[in-house]
């Protein structure tokens, strides 16, 4: 590329290097390196209004980023990712026309600004705005963008579900009652679908005891739970707190699915694993105590399980429907049956 340059006074030939470059943004040094245009004779840099403009862009964006603020990038990407045009967007919001267009070309918004900005990053609020019929957009428009929006909610609505549901279940510090473990639904999740791999006709009754018995087993032998869970006493046994949200949750995640199926005159559902269980979730310990009661309990019915777990003290110390502290351990006999005890047999499954 031949252009004339300044400090030589000729027409030169010109190449692009990276130099390092340092700016003040709002009275901050910005120090990066950057492609800029230099002159091959004098290699003195040659001004550019595309070079130039790249250079401010990244300075800018680097102020941005140190200050937590939205770049000129994710800007766009932000954009793009409901179709909005810039002058839509800057619609949308009740801004002046030309104000994304001048954000993405690097022009730095106010906290204000970026807060609004980044509350886009959540589908509900795009659609919050769409309807409540906000900015200037056409009738056409806004069903259009409501469309994208609608769609990009559903694809996040189950990672969403299982993430915020996880934040509100791991509620208390550990304890007792969780095995001085805080809950982990990916543990949790884990530990289903481990069971569901290994045990045939899986019911949800039988499922929960090979939980209550991983858990209470793992904590005898290690002081600490797998999962994290709290275990009620229920009529016909432990069940983990909100075992039926759980499920759903490890449902929603892809990780199992439940089926409909007679047990005899009963029809239940039965837990089938859809995926193996992420390699790292369990330690060899917990896979240990997985294996021992899958090995020990695995072709009991849920009947016998949930007769067996009546006779325990863990079981007979707590109230109906209170969590049962995992401070009886100790005194499991459960856990000590020899595998051949005369509780073991092939029972009548009860589906629920
Ligand atoms: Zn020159």
Redesign the pocket.
Known sequence: MIRY?V??DEE?TLQVERRRQSLVVKGEHIEFEAPVLV?K??S?IVADPDYDDAVLRTAHDLYRARHGLLTSSEIVELRRRYGFSQRALSRLLGWGEVTIQRYEKGVIQDRAHDEVLRSLRDPRRVLELLDRGSGKLTPAERERFRARAQAILEQESSAWLVREAESVLRYCGPDLYNGFRNFGLDRFTGAVTWFATHVERLSKTKLAKLLWLADFKHFRDHGVSITGATYARLPFGPVPHRFELLLGLAVESGAVMLVEESFGDYVGNVVLSRKPVDQGVFDEKELAALEFVLKRFGQYSAKKLSELSHQEAAWLNSAQGEPISYDGTRRMRILDSPPNSPHHGRGHDKGE
Request: hydrophobic fraction near 0%.
């Open positions: 340059c400090n030589c030169r002159c004779e004098c003195e």
